[in-house]
């Protein structure tokens, strides 16, 4: 652990230059008396490392000085990817590794490069999670996550939208997919391919036995046929609405884009009011029961009367409780 740290004491001063003690201990998690003796243990091999006291001080290697101890381990490399996605990293368990992996391709670069690529990181930043949404609790991940890994054949309890709620399955764990914050399982279960949410996984239990993944399986290729699929299944009706011009502003805030695109294509003239009727897709009456509701007085549905009538019994309702 102590090797590691020093490792890591030089990288840092090596790709960022002059760094304080109080800056190299905030960076590593330690105390700043523990950066201390580091330091000192450093002078003490060789390392052309010197400090200087005052506000403006901090350590710094000699001009011209580079290590070469910067090689990826092989952990480190396969979570190369998720350098840029520290949450996502940390999900996996794998967040000190992916920002080892960080350090060490940061101190690699030349120093032009090297700024160009701080920069970046200084003015853009992903955030996966929606709005109104932190992302799952997902308890499972990691094991999960090493099953993949190691293809272990994995035993959960799943709880799934329809009866029975609670249901057993044995899986072949392919991949994993991170959707708006959501972790989703790819895996073949009873000889089908089949996605699973990870944080309605209820219980975990890894297997001895391991699986074969087949060497043609593109987890990227399948996840966009399945959300092709999805989307299309999806549908299941259509809804005749009337939209008044703040209804149709507030549309793409409030409706699905396949939404906002149905009323762009079929909207008719603008009465004298500025109401417009259209018609878009629906997946059901309670969805759409409730995605319309967000519209609140600004839109009408016309058809399907089931949906109508059921819309005017909430409206019904809503008035004697605000009455």
């Given at each position: 652990?102590?090797?590691?740290?020093?490792?890591?004491?030089?990288?840092?001063?090596?790709?960022?230059?002059?760094?304080?003690?109080?800056?190299?201990?905030?960076?590593?998690?330690?105390?700043?008396?523990?950066?201390?003796?580091?330091?000192?243990?450093?002078?003490?091999?060789?390392?052309?490392?010197?400090?200087?006291?005052?506000?403006?001080?901090?350590?710094?290697?000699?001009?011209?000085?580079?290590?070469?101890?910067?090689?990826?381990?092989?952990?480190?490399?396969?979570?190369?990817?998720?350098?840029?996605?520290?949450?996502?990293?940390?999900?996996?368990?794998?967040?000190?590794?992916?920002?080892?992996?960080?350090?060490?391709?940061?101190?690699?670069?030349?120093?032009?490069?090297?700024?160009?690529?701080?920069?970046?990181?200084?003015?853009?930043?992903?955030?996966?999670?929606?709005?109104?949404?932190?992302?799952?609790?997902?308890?499972?991940?990691?094991?999960?996550?090493?099953?993949?890994?190691?293809?272990?054949?994995?035993?959960?309890?799943?709880?799934?939208?329809?009866?029975p709620y609670e249901i057993k399955r044995t899986l072949e764990p392919y991949?994993?997919?991170?959707?708006?914050?959501?972790?989703?399982?790819?895996?073949?279960?009873?000889?089908?391919?089949?996605?699973?949410?990870?944080?309605?996984?209820?219980?975990?239990?890894?297997?001895?036995?391991?699986?074969?993944?087949?060497?043609?399986?593109?987890?990227?290729?399948?996840?966009?046929?399945?959300?092709?699929?999805?989307?299309?299944?999806?549908?299941?009706?259509?809804?005749?609405?009337?939209?008044?011009?703040?209804?149709?502003?507030?549309?793409?805030?409030?409706?699905?884009?396949?939404?906002?695109?149905?009323?762009?294509?079929?909207?008719?003239?603008?009465?004298?009011l500025g109401w417009v009727t259209a018609t878009v897709p629906i997946e059901s009456l309670i969805h759409a029961h409730g995605e319309f509701l967000?519209?609140?007085?600004?839109?009408?549905?016309?058809?399907?009367?089931?949906?109508?009538?059921?819309?005017?019994?909430?409206?019904?309702?809503?008035?004697?409780?605000?009455?």
């Amino acid at each position: 652990m102590r090797a590691s740290r020093l490792l890591s004491v030089l990288l840092l001063l090596q790709a960022r230059g002059r760094m304080t003690a109080q800056q190299l201990a905030d960076e590593l998690e330690v105390s700043v008396r523990t950066i201390y003796r580091d330091v000192d243990s450093l002078h003490a091999a060789g390392i052309p490392l010197y400090g200087e006291a005052g506000h403006e001080g901090g350590y710094q290697l000699l001009d011209g000085f580079r290590t070469r101890l910067t090689g990826l381990t092989e952990k480190e490399a396969q979570v190369l990817f998720l350098a840029g996605l520290p949450g996502p990293a940390a999900d996996l368990g794998l967040g000190a590794l992916a920002a080892a992996a960080e350090l060490k391709i940061e101190a690699a670069l030349p120093a032009d490069l090297r700024e160009g690529s701080r920069c970046i990181r200084e003015h853009f930043h992903l955030d996966a999670p929606g709005w109104y949404h932190d992302g799952d609790q997902i308890p499972h991940l990691p094991a999960v996550a090493d099953a993949v890994w190691n293809k272990r054949i994995i035993h959960v309890l799943y709880h799934r939208w329809r009866e029975p709620y609670e249901i057993k399955r044995t899986l072949e764990p392919y991949g994993l997919v991170l959707k708006a914050g959501k972790w989703y399982l790819v895996a073949r279960c009873e000889g089908t391919m089949r996605t699973y949410r990870v944080n309605q996984i209820l219980d975990l239990q890894v297997a001895d036995e391991t699986f074969t993944r087949p060497n043609g399986f593109d987890l990227g290729a399948f996840w966009r046929d399945h959300l092709v699929d999805f989307r299309a299944r999806l549908i299941q009706g259509h809804a005749v609405i009337r939209l008044s011009p703040t209804g149709r502003e507030r549309l793409t805030e409030c409706m699905s884009s396949q939404a906002v695109k149905a009323v762009d294509e079929t909207a008719s003239a603008p009465d004298c009011l500025g109401w417009v009727t259209a018609t878009v897709p629906i997946e059901s009456l309670i969805h759409a029961h409730g995605e319309f509701l967000k519209l609140g007085a600004e839109c009408e549905v016309l058809e399907p009367p089931a949906l109508r009538a059921k819309l005017a019994t909430t409206a019904k309702a809503l008035a004697s409780l605000y009455t």
